[in-house]
């Protein structure tokens, strides 16, 4: 992280600001982490002993610009020349439901705020000085590339049950050693997705899809049974292992695309049960990209080529996917054809496909 970089400066001026005030205030999370890493923050995070009243007044009084984006839960955006600053209070919870958290203000510490956080590399603080704080051994993990929950994993995961994909991307995303007993925590407590948002659900499984080393994760998703509640009937016709290579293979796409052809891969590998039953509530734009993947892969494997064994970069190219004249015959002019699509139970592989997925769960 270069020391000139803009928004790091003006995160650094916040911390000033607020223990000039006679508050206590850290840089944390995702930002500390990406700067021990080597890389650069995508945002800065705060976290600060100050009630979120208490620092809008505070901040307003210079002359700058908060907006009470999440004041309910401690939050309040700084916008600022370079990027918004998300402030939150220090907190400590009081109950949860597996969904979300009841939390409590009042003097909390900076311990009890590393407490609640859900991986160690995400449990870091830096002050205004550049000093680290480091609880729960976040940076030994950092070093030895390991990932695993704060504290017991069960208690973790039964916090917030969305934190088993927020796993699996994590470890995607930065290529890491998963903490054993978090991979037995997920497989004890995979119910407990069924409870999660499919909104959520499929945040989480587009960014993991758009991630570099994702043959372990997706493996181990589907060895733990994740997967099961997520893509229900993937993989169907052809064992995972030979599926990966084709979804690695797509690395050169440029995101959003890769997600979106990566998903395309696995709808037309999968049964038919997974395209109507899938987590994912994906937008019109968005599902007409993965049809079109799909439909490529048809007509690939009715030239008499393996979709395994074909470059599917070429499929997915920068900018919105051209539609083939046959396409345009038969696109769904109304969402309500899209979903009673007619499931042709005696396609073959390649000519008109099992249930091609019309109807993709919305």
């Known amino acids: 992280m270069k020391p000139q970089d803009p ?3 003006e995160a650094l001026q916040t911390l000033r600001l607020l223990e000039a005030a006679g508050h206590k205030a850290r840089l944390a999370g995702g930002c500390v982490r990406d700067m021990v890493m080597g890389s ?24 700058l610009k908060v907006i009470p984006t999440g004041i309910d839960h401690g939050t309040v955006t700084l916008v600022m020349p370079h990027g918004n600053i998300e402030i939150t209070t220090l907190r400590r919870d009081v109950s949860t439901d597996g969904r979300r958290a009841v939390v409590s203000y009042d003097g909390a510490t900076f311990e009890e705020d590393a407490a609640r956080r859900d991986f160690t590399m995400n449990a870091l603080y830096q002050d205004q000085h550049g000093k680290l704080y480091d609880f729960h051994g976040g940076l030994a993990d950092i070093q030895a590339r390991r990932l695993a929950f704060v504290g017991d994993p069960v208690t973790r995961i039964r916090e917030d049950y969305l934190r088993i994909l927020r796993f699996f991307r994590f470890w995607a995303r930065f290529d890491l050693i998963p903490q054993p007993a978090a991979l037995d925590a997920i497989r004890a407590e995979q119910n407990g997705l069924d409870a999660v948002s499919a909104e959520r659900i499929t945040n989480e499984i587009t960014e993991l899809l758009n991630c570099q080393a994702i043959a372990a994760p997706l493996a181990a998703m589907h060895q733990t049974g994740v997967m099961a509640h997520v893509l229900p009937g993937f993989p169907n016709k052809v064992p995972l292992a030979k599926i990966i290579p084709t979804l690695e293979s797509l690395q050169p796409v440029t995101p959003p695309w890769r997600w979106q052809a990566r998903l395309a891969v696995i709808l037309y590998f999968a049964s038919s049960e997974t395209s109507e039953t899938m987590r994912l509530k994906l937008s019109n734009k968005d599902r007409r990209a993965v049809l079109w993947g799909c439909d490529g892969f048809d007509a690939i494997a009715a030239a008499g080529s393996e979709v395994a064994d074909y470059p599917p970069l070429r499929l997915l190219q920068r900018g919105r996917p051209r539609r083939t004249p046959a396409q345009d015959q038969r696109r769904p002019r109304r969402r309500a ?3 009673r699509a007619p499931h042709n139970a005696d396609a073959g592989h390649g000519q008109g496909r099992h249930g091609n997925p019309r109807h993709l769960s919305r």
């Open 7 to 9: 928004r790091h400066n």
């Open 337 to 339: 054809q899209i979903r």
């Open 40 to 63: 650069s923050p995508k945002d800065f995070d705060i976290a600060t002993s100050a009630r979120p009243e208490v620092v809008m007044k505070l901040l307003a009084s210079h002359h």
